[in-house]
């Protein structure tokens, strides 16, 4: 098993077990916990340095692995969308716009509005009231 393999299955599992409401009850315990201890280390430098060290290594670690989680979901979203695109009579120009500038991609919505908007006036669009009884 290579490494990528290892990393995916360790920012799956990471991930998934971070999202747990335990996982959240727990973090809140740990900072309850280190702020009820202020007193007891009379709120020194290293009593501070304590959580700010802890929060900032599992911060910039979880960015890491969540990014990474999200980075595949939405590459498999987008690779199930684009499926369904070339099954369907939908517009296959449609595919691989993830990658356009944001303006070309605003470009394409504001037409899909268009399109939208001028499909709802047709009048074989419309059902009338008594079809919808």
Request: with cysteine.
């Amino acid at each position: 098993m290579g490494f990528n393999a290892i990393f995916t299955r360790m920012a799956n599992t990471v991930s998934h077990w971070a999202g747990r409401p335990a996982v959240f009850i727990a973090a809140c315990a740990i900072v309850v916990i280190w702020a009820v201890s202020g007193p007891v280390f009379h709120y020194s430098d290293t009593w501070q340095l304590v959580i700010n060290t802890g929060t900032t290594i599992i911060t910039f670690l979880m960015v890491f692995l969540i990014q990474n989680t999200q980075n595949r979901d939405n590459a498999a979203l987008h690779s199930k969308l684009d499926e369904l695109i070339l099954t369907s009579k939908a517009h296959n120009k449609f595919i691989g716009i993830e990658t356009l500038p944001e303006e070309e991609i605003a470009e394409l919505h504001e037409a899909c509005e268009a399109e939208a908007g001028q499909a709802e006036e047709k009048p074989e669009n419309k059902v009338s009231a008594t079809a919808k009884r």
